[in-house]
């Protein structure tokens, strides 16, 4: 089981940038999808979760309006589009999966965005 996050980077303020969270070993379709962010001597802070089978979604106050977390079940990937950045959306973004029953937790590595002008 693996998560491999991708498509950070540095991006002004204002722009946008879409994240990429790719699964193997088990069906995103299925799985309950989260992205959480983790700033150094923060603690880390919840993003958005889309929930497995069905579409719905929520999002973290600092995020609604302008991120989006969306999944392609035929490539097995979780994306998160985030527009409109602010140099406080610069973190490491961390995409946790949860599925299966018993429950299985898993996290992935990270990929950094530094939101900067």
């Known amino acids: 089981v693996q998560l491999l996050e991708s498509g950070g980077g540095f991006v002004q303020p204002g722009e946008s940038v879409r994240l990429s969270c790719a699964a193997s070993?088990?069906?995103?379709?299925?799985?309950?999808m989260s992205w959480y962010r983790r700033v150094p001597g923060k603690e880390r802070e919840w993003v958005a979760t889309?929930?497995?089978?069905?579409?719905?979604?929520g999002y973290a106050d600092s995020v609604k309006g302008r991120f989006t977390i969306s999944r392609d079940n035929s490539k097995n990937i979780v994306y998160l589009e985030m527009n409109n950045v602010k140099p406080e959306d610069t973190a490491l973004f961390l995409c946790?999966?949860?599925?299966?029953?018993?429950?299985?937790?898993?996290w992935g590595q990270g990929t950094q965005v530094t939101v900067s002008s």
């Open positions: 946790k999966a949860q599925y299966g029953a018993p429950r299985v937790l898993r």
């Open positions: 889309i929930a497995g089978g069905g579409a719905s979604t």
């Open positions: 070993g088990f069906t995103v379709a299925s799985a309950v």
